[in-house]
């Protein structure tokens, strides 16, 4: 048996967040073309700038901030000492962070990669990570159990908003479902008999073909990339996702951050986006 988690199940702290705040998910994504943008150039320094500035105008008031790792990364032990920073001051916030590493690998290695995000003593823990499945969904089990253990969450990538992902995710599996079924329905096993629901989402974006994917027994959160700079519209959530829209995340990054940085104007667009989104689930 494992150890009794030190906080609310992930699903269930995720439930709460998205009643009091909304849906929305908005990623920190420090993008050379958006710091040039904000007029900050690219250094530590810049980074920190943009970073906290998303940190000060959202974190407050999103369910769930996703810090895009790879952006921190490339500044090396300086930029992750800014991530570090961006994660601990959200989660003061009242934010959940979902940070976006998509990890993937096996046995020990998995299991290490899973302790840098998901255990308690680490320096960059977060609430949730996305992983890759590419492996096989049975190289996840150090993440998914080690989540569940501590009351945080995964995102598995399942059916992704890039066109390169579509011949893979679309390939017939082993199972005779589609790579991407495959993906949703080891993760529904996974969340199996847990309420309000499992710790276990999948990233479906909100660019695919409506009816693809089959989310009825997923019983967890699925966060749903795409709108805005990748094509996909709010309205377009109800046709992709259907009775799974409640437990759908859509997720933005340029449309709210272009709007910087002025700490108002990314307050206002996200009010705007987040009626938007409210609007259509209410409908």
């Not at 329905?185 to 660019?207: C, I, Q, R």
């Not at 966060?223 to 109800?238: I, S």
């Amino acid at each position: 048996m494992p150890d009794a988690p030190l906080r609310a199940g992930f699903g269930a702290r995720l439930a709460d967040a998205v009643s009091r705040r909304g849906p929305l998910c908005v990623g920190i994504d420090p993008h050379p073309s958006l710091l040039h943008a904000w007029q900050l150039g690219e250094s530590p320094q810049a980074l920190e700038r943009f970073a906290m500035t998303v940190v000060e105008a959202l974190a407050d008031r999103v369910a769930l901030l996703k810090p895009q790792s790879a952006f921190f990364e490339a500044y090396g032990s300086a930029g992750i000492a800014v991530l570090e920073k961006v994660i601990a001051e959200s989660q003061q916030a009242g934010a959940l962070v979902l940070l976006d590493v998509k990890r993937g690998d096996i046995g020990s290695t998995m299991t290490a990669y899973a302790m840098a995000y998901l255990d308690e003593r680490a320096p960059l823990a977060v609430d949730a990570i996305t992983v890759s499945p590419y492996l096989g969904y049975g190289s996840l089990a150090p993440a998914i159990g080690l989540a569940e253990q501590n009351g945080r969450g995964v995102f598995v990538l399942a059916r992704t908003s890039n066109p390169e992902g579509v011949g893979l995710q679309q390939s017939v599996h082993g199972s005779g479902d589609t790579v991407g079924q495959y993906i949703v329905d080891s993760a529904a096993e996974s969340n199996l008999g847990k309420e309000p629901m499992g710790h276990v989402g999948v990233v479906a974006g909100a660019t695919i073909p409506a009816g693809e994917l089959d989310f009825s027994d997923l019983n967890g959160p699925i966060l749903a990339p795409g709108l805005g700079a990748q094509g996909a519209t709010v309205r377009d959530l109800k046709a992709v996702f259907g009775r799974a829209l409640p437990h759908v995340l859509p997720t933005t990054s340029r449309d709210v951050l272009r709007h910087g940085p002025e700490v108002k104007s990314l307050r206002d667009t996200h009010t705007r986006l987040a009626d938007d989104i409210n609007h259509q689930l209410n409908d």
